[in-house]
């Protein structure tokens, strides 16, 4: 006699297989979608392309460099690429650092003809450390007790920041800033890009910014991650990054000053305040570069902050920015945080599923990279699932612990004056 009970069980865990792939499918297609997007948009801005304007020169130049350096200077990588912009250069460091330190910064800079500016940080506790959040933060918007010059050699009265009281002492004079790594350098003059900016008539803007060396597999795997994750910020501007980004004075004064000066996901926490804001913030595919982890440890220590400034944006404040583009709400806050326990389920449920997100992924990188399509591109699903099965929880907990140490859980701000009522580009933004 038949068994219709077996029957039922197979069909049963055949619609569930099916569901299951069905998700997994839906979460491709919308990395398909976002991906397609950009690269129609960059194809479009390159065929629409308008002819550049005539700027003055001198009002190209009217901008300072912001490069955070603290603890050591081997971190400070780039000094022969920042020497020909001189006075341009502020080093933002603290008065805290060492007689070696000290001594050796103070060398670069008289040789370079750099500026050098220390920030009054308290390092009694780990809420007090340093980070390059803070060191912008009063660098742009401090207010000092006493203060005779804008930029000193040292420092020795205490730097106040008032929460309230912005508007005193503004150390940056130039009408423009860029903040740039100690680490990473452009491939064409910091005076193009500040044309391209000043052409655009942007407030704010990201750029293109891609590992810098692919001799190692973890190097090369992250080359492929930053090509993906830059083609994002053509219809994601407001993604921008610590690597570097370029600004208005004013417009940065006034966004720092909102700021929560939160460690990880800080760089991302600037583009999302200016969108808020309603600045028109753009984004400049002007390639730089910038070092990426050369070792698998060191790659994976550094993922880990990183998810836990993720877990930061995407969670902690769902409420603040991201809903607004309902795709990029559901994929980064639902898909890959909230839905972190029902993958585990999934993989441990049913693990054939694994094959087919690899075979998937193999499908969409080969549509997306073919023409640079390399052997080691087949890791890349592997590299993709271990940064979402086990690098996004322990993220998780890494948040906990670094706004516990911190005393600050970086909660963004979200009221506060429009200067705009809609951004430029909204066009884009889904």
Not at 79 to 103: H, M, S
Not at 164 to 192: A, N, P, W
């Amino acid at each position: 006699m038949f068994d219709f009970t077996s029957l039922s069980g197979i069909f049963t865990n055949i619609s569930g297989l099916m569901y299951h792939v069905a998700l997994i499918a839906l979460i491709a297609l919308i990395d398909f979608v976002t991906i397609t997007r950009a690269r129609f948009v960059k194809y479009n801005r390159r065929v629409h392309a308008q002819k550049k304007q005539q700027i003055d020169v001198s009002t190209a130049q009217d901008y300072s460099i912001l490069i955070p350096i603290f603890g050591n200077l081997k971190y400070l990588k780039n000094v022969n690429f920042l020497a020909p912009y001189g006075d341009r250069v502020i080093l933002c460091t603290t008065t805290k650092e060492t007689g070696k330190f000290n001594n050796e910064i103070e060398a670069i800079s008289k040789k370079h003809g750099f500026r050098i500016y220390r920030s009054e940080v308290k390092l009694a506790s780990a809420s007090h450390k340093p980070n390059p959040w803070k060191l912008f933060n009063q660098t742009l918007v401090p207010n000092v007790k006493k203060c005779s010059d804008a930029i000193e050699k040292s420092m020795n009265q205490e730097i106040l920041r008032d929460e309230i009281m912005r508007d005193s002492f503004i150390v940056v004079k130039s009408k423009y800033c860029i903040f740039l790594d100690g680490d990473t350098v452009s491939e064409r003059s910091l005076d193009c890009l500040m044309q391209t900016f000043i052409n655009r008539d942007l407030d704010i803007s990201s750029v293109r910014v891609l590992a810098s060396k692919t001799d190692t597999l973890i190097e090369k795997l992250q080359a492929i991650e930053y090509e993906l994750a830059m083609d994002v910020r053509e219809i994601y501007p407001w993604l921008t990054s610590g690597a570097c980004m370029i600004a208005k004075t004013e417009v940065i004064q006034d966004i720092m000053s909102s700021h929560s000066l939160f460690f990880q996901g800080g760089d991302i926490e600037i583009g999302k305040l200016a969108d808020m804001k309603g600045y028109h913030v753009g984004h400049i595919p002007n390639v730089l570069y910038t070092d990426v982890p050369e070792t698998f440890k060191a790659w994976f220590r550094q993922r880990v902050a990183w998810a836990g400034g993720g877990f930061r944006h995407a969670v902690i404040n769902f409420h603040v920015h991201s809903w607004r583009y309902p795709m990029f709400f559901f994929y980064m806050t639902i898909l890959v945080y909230m839905m972190t326990p029902l993958r585990w389920y999934e993989f441990i449920t049913h693990p054939i599923i694994l094959l087919f997100v690899v075979c998937l992924y193999w499908l969409l990188i080969f549509i997306f990279q073919w023409k640079t399509f390399k052997p080691f591109f087949f890791l890349f699903p592997f590299y993709a699932l271990l940064q979402v099965m086990v690098i996004i929880p322990l993220g998780i907990a890494k948040y906990f612990f670094m706004a516990y140490s911190a005393r600050n859980a970086g909660m963004i701000k979200n009221k506060f004056d429009v200067i705009k009522l809609q951004p430029v580009y909204e066009k884009y933004s889904i």
